[in-house]
């Protein structure tokens, strides 16, 4: 019984709360950073390709502990927006769950498949948009876009 509710209480705490995420790596403790010629884990081969140099942060999608999940940042860019995948590592596979470019993610306390959703910011100096992805069992996919000037 006291199990129960304690799941209960974790549960409602996690789903009261989100969490956002600069994908500013630079002086950011979240993130462990690899270089182009490091050993990686095979989690972190996608970016590890397709960057080279490259950031790596745990987040928290799930209350499950089969898997790990992680943001991980390109650090190799300019003044456009920061590429990132959003990834999986578990029972002996990893998977890319979703990849984009952002200045900032934020993980919403909304569940769907058994994975949080997601928000992403993009913009420049003429725009900012926010979009909104649902987990499918499979992927992240895109359903809700909205401007974040108001």
């Not at 989690?43 to 745990?58: L, Y």
């Not at 069992?137 to 108001?150: M, T």
Request: proline share 3%; charged share 20%.
């Amino acid at each position: 019984m006291k199990k129960t509710f304690l799941l209960i209480c974790l549960a409602a705490t996690a789903a009261a709360s989100a969490e956002t995420i600069s994908l500013e790596v630079s002086g950011n403790p979240a993130f462990r950073q690899y270089s182009a010629n490091a050993k990686v884990e095979s989690a972190f081969k996608s970016i590890q390709n397709e960057c080279g140099d490259f950031a790596v942060a745990p987040v928290s999608l799930s209350l499950k502990k089969d898997a790990k999940y992680f943001v991980a940042v390109c650090t190799m860019g300019g003044s456009a927006l920061t590429e990132f995948q959003i990834l999986s590592s578990g029972r002996g596979k990893s998977e890319v769950l979703l990849e984009g470019g952002g200045y900032g993610i934020n993980i919403l306390p909304k569940q769907h498949n058994g994975l949080r959703d997601i928000a992403v910011t993009e913009g420049n100096a003429r725009y900012c948009t926010e979009t909104r992805y649902r987990f499918n069992g499979k992927a992240y996919r895109p359903y809700k876009r909205k401007s974040c000037l108001g």
